[in-house]
């Protein structure tokens, strides 16, 4: 065998191998590890570099406490880790243009960036969740503004207003759980028929607060784009490996890391047509399948509990503003004028609890929005880059 292919099926071995070395003592691995770098080429030190810094990074993920696992800053900390990869993944491609635009890398990454475009489809469905919540925080804010008794008497006008509050909160979190082609038709619809009862008039406000900042068309499926995301998601073969000199392994990574984080968007966050049915092929000789496929499972053994099976998003903050909506509507319903003073220090604390969720969303969405943001300019600058490598190769070769 040519010395240049013994290496090229070195890369395959040893990176295909990385699950068996993570799985073996610690002096063990830093012996391979020592006798790996002195015989390494620069590009295999890239790739085994770049597989040992995404299994860190979803080890640190996977070992989020039930109570972490989730929120807003769980979420926050796997879109930092996605970023890390992405730029890691980035220069790797910057770093090997040559082999970019042979095949079968060039259809590689042709299908690469298939995948990045649907997934900037997600990132703005995404946006349009977190303006959806916001909106729920809105009315949520109406009630507590309404109860909370600075001095004045609870009065009767005060508790309707937090009623009809609470009824269009119940309303708009409700149909975040009907179809989609219901929710995105009503959407549209909104100001059509300006002379709706009142009951029909908290469904068209609702529908107009997601209508407002709607990006997607009304036929487009969350649960259908994860599924394109993970069509034809394969790992390589070792002919594949060999012939891409151990580029399509870092591909097929960063493609499955791509899928699981839009997939635990779709998840957490209000979309249209969520769904949890992608299928994920992870071979365990990849070191961060373990990780990813742990916590592809506890995802999923969320959705299935009783309090979560029909929640409009698995977002450990929707949870909480389902249940401070519940405390505010059993207080309100349970008050009864002229008002106690016993019952109007329960009042209080209960306003100072739902302030309290109120004010810590809040402040998460936003941190939260601009690292969505700042994800879907990544993957734009990243597969604007690779079209440039693979149009400069092209044209150098004419």
């Given at each position: 065998m040519p010395a240049t292919d013994f290496h090229r099926l070195h890369i395959g071995r040893s990176i295909l191998g990385i699950g068996r070395d993570h799985q073996a003592s610690a002096a063990t691995v830093q012996t391979m590890e020592r006798r790996h770098s002195q015989a390494a080429t620069p590009i295999e030190a890239e790739l085994e570099d770049f597989q040992r810094h995404v299994t860190d990074q979803f080890l640190d993920l996977s070992s989020a406490a039930p109570d972490e696992l989730l929120s807003l800053p769980w979420i926050g900390r796997l879109l930092d880790a996605f970023v890390c990869c992405q730029e890691e993944?980035?220069?790797?491609?910057?770093?090997?243009?040559?082999?970019?635009?042979r095949p079968p890398m060039d259809r590689l990454i042709?299908?690469?960036?298939?995948?990045?475009?649907?997934?900037?489809?997600?990132?703005?469905?995404?946006?349009?969740?977190?303006e959806q919540i916001r909106q729920w925080l809105n009315l949520l804010e109406i009630v507590k503004c309404a109860v909370e008794n600075k001095g004045s008497n609870l009065g009767e006008g005060q508790l309707r207003r937090a009623?009809?509050?609470?009824?269009?909160?119940?309303?708009?979190?409700?149909?975040?759980?009907?179809?989609?082609?219901?929710?995105?038709?009503r959407n549209r619809s909104f100001g059509r028929n300006n002379n709706a009862g009142s009951s029909r008039d908290s469904?068209?406000?609702?529908?107009?607060?997601r209508s407002l900042s709607w990006s997607v068309s009304r036929t487009w499926s969350a649960a259908k784009q994860i599924q394109a995301i993970g069509n034809n998601l394969n790992p390589p073969k070792g002919a594949e490996i060999v012939a891409t000199g151990g580029l399509s392994v870092a591909v097929f990574t960063m493609s499955s890391i791509l899928l699981f984080v839009m997939w635990t968007l779709?998840?957490?966050i209000p979309c249209q047509d969520r769904g949890l049915q992608a299928h994920f092929n992870i071979p365990r000789q990849f070191a961060w399948s373990s990780p990813v496929m742990s916590l592809h499972d506890r995802i999923t053994e969320e959705s299935k509990k009783r309090e979560r099976k029909n929640s409009c998003g698995l977002l450990r903050e929707i949870y909480q503003i389902e249940r401070g909506s519940r405390m505010m509507?059993?207080?309100?319903?349970?008050?009864?004028?002229?008002?106690?003073?016993?019952?109007?220090?329960?009042?209080?604390?209960?306003?100072?609890?739902?302030g309290g969720v109120l004010e810590e969303v809040k402040e998460g969405l936003g941190t939260f929005e601009r690292q969505v943001r700042v994800v879907f300019h990544r993957i734009v600058r990243?597969?604007?880059e690779g079209l440039d490598y693979i149009g400069r190769a092209s044209s150098h070769h004419e």
């Open positions: 993944f980035r220069v790797i491609l910057f770093n090997n243009q040559s082999l970019i635009s042709a299908e690469f960036n298939e995948r990045t475009v649907k997934a900037l489809d997600v990132c703005n469905a995404i946006r349009d969740g977190i009623k009809k509050a609470l009824v269009d909160l119940a309303i708009a979190m409700l149909d975040e759980k009907d179809s989609s082609s219901t929710v995105a038709h469904h068209r406000l609702s529908g107009h607060y779709v998840a957490a509507n059993e207080m309100v319903d349970s008050v009864q004028l002229p008002l106690m003073e016993e019952k109007e220090a329960e009042v209080r604390v209960r306003v100072e609890e739902v990243s597969r604007t």
